[in-house]
């Protein structure tokens, strides 16, 4: 049962007790019980709305995706060096990788400007960091399973000759 409370929250983190109980023929004691032990386990890490901020015009943002190759410690590995990166307040999301990189750092700022100090003079600057990629996105299509714009259907009436 915990397992379809995982896959129902997931898919929308606002269903309530009394939904999951009715969705999964239970009783929202039971629901309330699994759910504190899953956040309990930190297997439930938070509940976070996604938004389309493209669509919030009074507000600029810039996300980037930078590929760090870094020297991982001995003894540590990757685990000392993605500590240190996912402190930084900029960082979003931190992916250790298999193949041309190590890691990968989601950065969000206010502008390119920002994001490019971020890596020239937080991230760069690091020991163990030999080498970073950045790349800005340009535009969200999907996040997250959601797909962001619809495309219209075309209601025009189909003339053939």
């Known amino acids: ?3 379809r409370i995982l896959k129902l929250l997931e898919e929308n983190c606002r269903y309530s007790p009394q939904d999951l109980a009715v969705m999964l023929d239970s009783t929202v004691e039971v629901i ?3 759910t504190a032990e899953l956040e309990e386990d930190k297997i439930i890490c938070g509940y976070k709305m996604l938004i389309n901020w493209d669509k919030v015009s009074e507000i600029d943002n810039v996300t980037a995706l930078i590929e760090v190759k870094v020297a991982p410690s001995r003894g540590e590995g990757f685990d000392k060096i993605a500590k240190r ?7 979003e ?22 994001v490019a100090m971020f890596v020239s003079k937080k991230l760069s600057a690091l020991d163990e960091v030999l080498s970073t990629g950045t790349h800005f996105v340009l535009k969200r299509y999907k ?6 714009e619809q495309h219209k259907k075309d209601e025009r009436m189909v003339v053939s000759p």
């Open 93 to 114: 999301a931190l992916y250790l990788m298999s193949g041309g990189f190590d890691l990968t750092v989601i950065v969000k700022g206010k502008s390119l400007k920002e």
């Open 85 to 91: 990166i996912y402190m930084f307040k900029e960082v």
């Open 143 to 148: 996040d997250h399973g959601v797909i962001f």
């Open 32 to 34: 309330e019980k699994l």
């Open 1 to 3: 049962m915990k397992t």
